[in-house]
């Protein structure tokens, strides 16, 4: 008598779980797939981008309006001067919320389920990073929308411009991985943002962001030589400004290599502990 169960070879697998077996690059799919989430958590709370929208435009303002007359001569000299500045700050800053993001979601249980789904184990970290390309152009929208309105106009050409705005978002997304470390690394998200401000306005400040570089002391030369945003501002003003701006886009990018180069690992192994 015929049974009701019949035998299945153990290599039968059922079409759609082949073809999804199949598909190649998890790692991308799947960080672009969490990418989306961080984008959707962004629309749905818009107070998370007073950050880079409200702030390049209250710097620009103080600064121009209340330094301009001192520092440059004139407000509108030294709107041209400052904007690249203010811009390579705010976007470095930005890449402080990824890391005060991850804590919280690290505290609310999230990256359990993640290590339950069948997905790399970089996925979500990759993602999360890939997920603030908006904050950053957000970051460039806003800045030239205010700067454009109170006087500061692109000297060089539109393939120029592009570059620059590209080179400082390249920046800010490898930068991202030093906040992602440091967000791994600690118990809370507020000691995420009081490291990553300790880090950033440092750099900001002792460098030529808001006044030449040549102007500053003596014994802040070396730092300000090797500092990573004073080389991206240079590129950025010779991009926009068609200032000379030496070998800066070049320096710019070893740095950008460098971070990732080192953080990248180090984020990874303290996610790895964590999780």
């Known amino acids: 008598m015929a049974t009701l169960t019949e035998h299945r070879s153990p290599r039968a697998v059922p079409a759609s779980a082949a073809t999804v077996a199949r598909k190649p690059f998890p790692l991308v799919r799947h ?10 958590k962004t629309w749905r709370t818009p107070e998370a981008l007073i950050d880079v929208t409200l702030q390049p435009a209250i710097f620009l303002v103080i600064f121009v309006y209340i330094f301009g007359g001192a520092v440059a001569g004139s407000t509108h000299d030294y709107l041209q001067f400052l904007l690249p500045g203010i811009l390579a700050q705010t976007i470095a800053q930005g890449a402080i919320a990824i890391g005060v993001n991850l804590n ?7 990256f359990d389920r993640f290590k339950s789904l069948p997905i790399p184990r970089a996925a979500p970290l990759v993602g999360a990073v890939l997920g603030d ?3 950053y152009v957000i970051v460039i929208l806003s800045t030239f929308v205010v700067g454009y309105l109170m006087g500061f106009r692109i000297l060089t050409d539109p393939l120029s411009a592009v570059a620059g705005c590209l080179l400082a978002v390249l920046f800010a997304l490898c930068l991202s991985w030093v906040s992602v470390f440091v967000g791994m690394k600690v118990r809370t998200s507020g000691a995420v943002q009081g490291i990553m401000f300790l880090i950033i306005m440092p750099l900001s400040f002792a460098s030529n962001v808001f006044v030449p570089a ?19 501002v240079a590129a950025m003003r010779g991009l926009f400004l068609g200032t000379p701006m030496g070998d800066s886009v070049y320096w710019t990018l070893a740095w950008c290599v460098g971070l ?16």
């Open 31 to 40: 960080s672009l797939s969490l990418a989306k989430r961080s984008l959707i």
């Open 104 to 110: 919280t979601d690290l505290g609310k249980g999230i």
């Open 133 to 135: 390309v908006v904050r």
């Open 214 to 232: 040549a102007t500053l002391p003596s014994w802040m030369q070396s730092f300000v030589e090797w500092n990573p945003l004073t080389h991206l």
């Open 260 to 275: 990732v180069a080192v953080f990248l690992p180090l984020a990874m192994r303290a996610y790895r502990r964590k999780v």
